[in-house]
Each structure stands twice: as C-alpha cells, then as structure tokens.
C-alpha cells in the first residue's frame, strides 16, 4: 500500500514513521510513505503558500496553484492516482468501517487541510474525499493523517504479528463491541485476582466470558454502539 501526504509540515512524520510496526512494514516492503512537501510547488521567490482572504477578516488562505499542481503531478506518478482525501473538520467522521474501506485501496493520496482553510477551488477541481476525525479542531490535518495512515495499516496482512489481534479490536468484533478485559502474569496483584475462569483452560466457557464481558463493558462505556442496550447481541459466532 502506498501512501502519499501532502503537507506544509513535513517534518512532522518521521517520528512517527519510525515507530516499530511501521518501520517494518516499510522496511518489509508492504507500505510506502511518500512525503511531499507543499512549499517545493510554489512559483514565487518567497514560496509563499497563503495569502491574506478576497473578502477580508482575520487568518490566511492556502493558495489554490501549489496544492492543485502538487496533486496532479504526484497522482500522475505511479501505477494509478489512488483515492484523494483532503483531512478536513468539515469532513466525513472517520470510524472503523471507513478505515476498513480506506484499507481496500492500494493508494492514499492524502492532503493535510490547515484550519484556516484552502482556497475553495482546491475542492472544486481536485474533488477529494473529505475526512474528519471527530468534532474538534486541530491546527492541521497532520496529526489526522498520521490517525488514518495507523488505523489502516493495522488492517493489511503483515504488518501486525498476528492477523487476530486487529480482528479483535474493539469496533472490529463481530458487533461493534468494546474488546474485553485482557490480563497477564501475575495472577494476583495487590490484592487484585485474574478471573479464575480464565484460568480453567475451558475455551468454550473462556470465549462466552469473553463475549460477556465485550457486551458488559460496552453497555457501561458506550451504550450508543449497541443496537439494543437491554439484549447482548445474538451469539452468530461458529465458535
Ligand atoms: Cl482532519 N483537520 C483539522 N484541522 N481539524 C480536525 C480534523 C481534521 N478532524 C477533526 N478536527
């Protein structure tokens, strides 16, 4: 899978890029990132990339030359342009279904918006997707293309250890719950006990605990993702 940001802050990603399961999968092959940086698209001796609004009031605008030209010339390189997303507050709220769309693309070419804004025809003529995050605001759509770009990789095959661990995710379980309660060594810890069923290598009566447990603590934390608040989900599981 390949991905290309576009970004008036670069220097932001490395970082992040190098942390561990990242860096393999892009040392393995499986993922490239592709930064691009808006600046190197201006015209003018100053590269300047805003400018004050038509109109007036406070705050600059992103010009419409450098992103539109930025985008057109990276989509064309390639083997195809791939899916076009400006991360934008305006956009569709990004949850874990459209994160497993957005992992069914080979391509993410991702544009990072600045709250001030772009210049409107940069959506008019590039007609990107736009994704939101959640409701709030961020300075720029950076720190959202790094949540994209970590949301989906844990969905492509090999780049987490083990293929399970991202389908049990919570929102990635059969019903959408939150993922149960998960304990390691040592067994009693101030006081504190490991459910003992966990302990009675029952795999059959393990996975109904475990299946409880998803159903209690969504009903505590997140009534709004269950479909009926008062019934566990139907068990449809083959297990
Ligand atoms: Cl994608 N960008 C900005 N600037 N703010 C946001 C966002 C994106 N998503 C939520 N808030």
């Not at 069914?104 to 409107?120: H, K, N, P, W």
Request: net charge negative.
């Amino acid at each position: 899978m390949r991905f290309d940001i576009v970004t008036l802050f670069p220097g932001i990603f490395p970082g992040y890029l190098q942390q561990s399961i990242l860096s393999k999968a892009i040392e393995r092959g499986i993922v490239s990132v592709h930064l691009h940086d808006l600046r190197d698209w201006t015209h003018d001796k100053h590269r300047s990339v805003d400018d004050r609004p038509y109109g007036g009031g406070p705050g600059m605008v992103i010009r419409v030359e450098p992103v539109v030209e930025c985008v057109e010339e990276i989509q064309a390189r390639g083997d195809e342009p791939g899916r076009l997303i400006l991360l934008s507050p305006q956009g569709k709220r990004l949850d874990q279904r459209l994160v497993s769309d957005l992992a069914t693309a080979s391509r993410l070419v991702l544009i990072c918006g600045r709250y001030e804004g772009f210049d409107q025809r940069v959506i008019d003529i590039l007609q990107p997707e736009e994704i939101s995050i959640g409701d709030y605001v961020l300075n720029g759509g950076e720190v959202a293309a790094m949540v994209i770009i970590d949301s989906v990789l844990r969905l492509i095959p090999g780049v987490l250890g083990d293929e399970r661990s991202s389908q049990e995710d919570s929102f990635s379980q059969q019903h959408g719950m939150l993922e149960c309660a998960q304990y390691t060594r040592p067994r009693v810890y101030r006081g504190r006990e490991v459910p003992p069923i966990l302990l009675t290598g029952d795999h059959e009566r393990i996975a109904r605990w475990r299946q409880e447990d998803s159903y209690r603590r969504t009903r505590a934390k997140r009534r709004d993702l269950l479909p009926d608040p008062e019934r566990p989900p139907e068990d449809d599981s083959t297990t």
